[in-house]
């Protein structure tokens, strides 16, 4: 990680970067200025990003890959175009960048993929991928249920064992847990890069290191990770990656698959329809070479066009400054566990770690703190952050979650901060 | 802000009525629901012990246990508060009118219909969740207590409306 200082963003950059996002200037609730702190869950999208998306439907709206029209080509052309900024943002090859309609689905095509290869779709080259009872399915204590309910649910239905690292407790994974729960018998290991609750960035050399060894597919959920620090899938080495647009200053409704090319290649695909096929009679089909063996039907075109924008957009700020901004913004957000009757659920120092950071308030229930919050101008997440298992492991129901991005000011963290306050006053309990 | 937080319900969520599950008595009619926010992972646990018979039958008492932020936490009070020693449609009735009000879009009942004061002498301390009723996701959190206690009504048997089940999570 960069634990060095490179360059961040001055004033004037900030402030420039916040003038493209128009919703950053409303006020809420009568009258305050926004304080958007809910970035996690879905960030807010630049003009550029927006413009890209009407400039589709404005000038160039047509099918992609297919008609021989003049607008069918420029269409196609911006659509594949898109794929290519994506691609490089994440340091893969475009063939290897599969649209989907979000990370969840992404990750259900991996695991309906295995589905199929169990029931012997795909032939040959899809039986690395078939499982069996005996086999074995690791993920993490940490994961968003996106990234565990899929897993459990194939293992139920081809019997294999589900089983998981645990989180210790500063909330980082147990990465010595590997050598034991990883063995020869573990087909997939499905990990988040980073946990959109405690914030803590996985050390993914030693999960694909230890997946090497015992020959295991590696599947990253890179939802949290892409938008806010510099990754490069291929030399991270994973197998699999997933992410979202719309995290990552990108519209909803579309989202990435990214596979090395064999894997793809190999994988059965799981959505049937248009776009996706070669041969069709009334018994049998050939599919296209991926990564349009994927995508059936029609595609989130406009969207995957924003997508790219916010892509070039993010390249063109630089990953590393934005790193280092919301790291900055993290040593900020951190300053709340030294308040009293405050509890931070993940790591207190902001080392390999994001800006998101959920706590508990002794003696208020996570939605009256983001209630009062919310009074306040404050927008935050509160709730289980859909990662259920990581809350039960620290014996609670529900947290309250502030998480930044590249848009975000001290100033935000400072207002949050205050109106946290506010929030103990209120309930009687500083 | 007060609005929402009346004194009634912070009240009622630092001494709630009925909490603490009590032993059903096996020989009366009595049940038992589990309700949750998906949301929030809030929950409860609510038992229900009726006397009584027919249209004569009553709730004798409501105890529950469960976690969850002060507005579910004081609406479940206030519900105790409301329905024991009430019988089973007056209850139903009182269920009805409170969901009537989440309705209000923090506006409450009109202050030009005749039936409106009947309804808040009905209601006593729940007109203190008026306010809950114009934030659309706390108003959840408000019903999370009545979703238990309808769901106890329908699977004892107990209610007067047979049909008055179906949504368990509202």
Request: charged share 20%; proline share 4%; net charge negative.
């Amino acid at each position: 990680m960069n634990s060095t200082a490179p360059h961040t963003l001055s004033a004037n950059e900030l402030a420039a970067i916040r003038a493209d996002f128009p919703i950053l200037s409303r006020t809420v609730r009568d009258g305050k200025p926004l304080v958007y702190l809910d970035s996690g869950a879905t960030s807010q999208k630049p003009d550029p990003v927006l413009d890209a998306e009407q400039d589709f439907y404005l000038q160039r709206n047509a099918a992609v890959h297919r008609g021989a029209h003049h607008l069918a080509e420029e269409a196609t052309d911006a659509f594949e175009e898109a794929r290519h900024h994506v691609a490089r943002f994440v340091g893969a090859q475009p063939h290897d960048i599969v649209w989907t309609s979000g990370a969840t689905t992404a990750l259900n095509i991996i695991a309906y993929g295995m589905q199929n290869a169990t029931l012997g779709r795909g032939g040959d080259a899809a039986k690395r991928f078939a499982l069996a009872p005996g086999d074995e399915i690791v993920v993490t204590e940490m994961e968003h249920h996106a990234n565990l309910v899929p897993w459990q649910e194939l293992a139920h239905r081809t019997g294999a064992t589900l089983r998981w690292i645990s989180v210790d407790d500063s909330g980082r994974l147990r990465t010595e847990e590997l050598d034991t729960v990883v063995t020869q018998r573990t087909k997939v290991l499905a990990f988040t890069h980073a946990s959109n609750v405690t914030g803590a960035i996985t050390d993914v050399a030693a999960f694909v290191r230890r997946a090497k060894e015992v020959g295991a597919l590696t599947v990253l959920d890179a939802c949290q990770s892409v938008p806010h620090l510099p990754v490069n899938l291929t030399e991270l080495g994973v197998d699999f990656a997933v992410f979202s647009g719309h995290k990552m200053l990108g519209p909803t409704g579309v989202g990435v698959l990214y596979g090395r090319t064999e894997l793809l290649e190999a994988l059965p695909p799981v959505l049937l329809g248009g776009s996706m096929v070669e041969v069709v009679t009334m018994t049998d089909t050939t599919f296209m070479s991926p990564p349009q063996r994927f995508e059936a039907g029609t595609q989130p075109v406009a969207q995957a066009v924003a997508f790219g924008a916010a892509a070039q957009y993010l390249g063109e700020i630089g990953m590393d400054a934005v790193f280092a901004h919301e790291r900055d913004l993290t040593e900020r957000l951190l300053r709340i566990a030294d308040l009293p009757g405050i509890n931070v659920i993940g790591p207190l120092d902001a080392v390999d770690r994001l800006a998101v950071v959920s706590f508990t308030v002794d003696g208020v229930h996570a939605h009256d703190v983001g209630q009062v919050l919310d009074d306040y101008g404050v927008a935050v997440r509160v709730g289980h952050h859909c990662a259920q298992p990581l809350h039960r492991r620290f014996g609670i129901a529900s947290t309250t979650r502030a998480s930044a991005s590249v848009y975000t000011t001290e100033q935000d963290i400072d207002t949050f901060v205050e109106s946290l306050q506010q929030v103990q006053t209120f309930f009687q309990v500083n | 802000m007060e609005q929402l937080y009346q004194q009634v319900i912070l009240d009622h969520y630092k001494n709630p009525h009925g909490k603490g599950l009590a032993e059903l008595d096996a020989n009366q009619l009595g049940g038992e629901s589990h309700q949750v926010n998906p949301t929030c992972g809030d929950e409860v646990t609510m038992r229900v012990q009726f006397t009584g018979d027919g249209t004569q039958r009553t709730i004798s008492s409501v105890t529950w246990d469960g976690q969850g932020c002060s507005i579910s936490q004081a609406s479940i009070s206030v519900l105790v508060q409301l329905v024991e020693g009430q019988s089973v449609g007056d209850v139903e009735h009182v269920a009805d009118v409170f969901r009537q009000l989440m309705d209000t879009r923090g506006k409450g009942f009109p202050a030009d219909d005749e039936a409106t004061e009947s309804k808040e002498d009905l209601l006593d301390d729940a007109n203190a969740f008026t306010g809950v009723s114009k934030f659309p996701a706390r108003i959840k959190c408000a019903l999370l207590g009545w979703s238990a206690l309808r769901d106890t009504l329908a699977s004892t048997g107990a209610s007067a409306d047979a049909h008055a089940q179906g949504i368990k999570h509202c």
